[in-house]
């Protein structure tokens, strides 16, 4: 029988029904707005020792807040790696001004938590009656590589597009120009801004998405993937495959395909959905990943996502139907 070794929440553990001898180490965390006494309590029961913050909160929590935060979680021997920033809007001219101010605080709250990374999306959501984009499973993106320019967004025919090419660009220009201007302050606290794949309607391919990380050529601009937030345009393998080492964090999550939503899929509960947990454990050992794996979850328990983490560390069925 095979036995694989992996660490969650700081303990050596393992697993007899790996049939994988992993080599990565994969920990695990939870997702939330708050840390208190309770929380941490929950974490621990869980087999937990690690929290994500979630800044999509108001008000923001304070600086001595969020330092009080910190030092609760040292004491109890909680982690926090990462920190949420969210959406910024840096595409809309009239909020352009005050998301970058947003985005500073946020960068400095996650200094003050203690991470190293934060999760930002330099991109309003895009509107319902947005321009019309093409079929999810259709797009294809051309672009130039010194500008980022969007030619083309499906192999065939683009001119029922060219509304959604021109918002695509104006999005990516002002996205690069707001991130140039966050990169010094994040470099200063010692914060790499994670860009994640999110419903945006942007950046919808990783080949793509990796240029636009890649364009800054700074280490202090990674990759943060979702697991669950693209499975409309292609297999999440695809985008560990393409962001490898740029990969700094990861959230897990389940999804399925539906139609009536505008982003063509939605959130379920772990291991009701259509990702295969195993085939993407297998293409993190692939790519040397070693580190945080976050729940953006809420349908299950703080204990039982807790046995959803080991469960994939170990390359297990996540949530076996059986138990």
Known sequence: MNKCLFLLAGVLTVSAACAVPYKTVIKGALLKERLNAKTVRDLRSAGLAGVEMNLMVEP?????????????????????????????????PEKCAAELEKAKRCITLTKAYGASVMLIVPVGRYPDNGPKFPPFREISYSWNPATLEVTAVTKGDNAPYADYIRRQNAATAAAVAAMRELIPLAAEKGVILALE????????????????????????????????????????CDWIDEFGADIVKLHLKDDVYDASRPWGQRMVAIGEGVLDFKKIRNALEKINYNGWVVVESDFQSDADHGKILRRFAAGESVWPKNR
């Open 60 to 92: 923001l929590p304070t600086l001595d807040e969020a330092r009080a935060a910190r030092r609760l979680a040292e004491s109890k021997g909680i982690e926090i790696p990462s920190v949420i920033g969210g959406w910024f809007a840096f595409n809309e």
């Open 197 to 236: 794949n999110v419903g945006s309607r942007m950046w919808m391919k990783p080949d793509y998405y990796h240029a636009l990380v890649k364009s800054f050529n700074s280490p202090w601009v990674k990759f943060y993937f979702d697991m669950g937030n693209s499975i409309n345009v292609g297999d999440p």
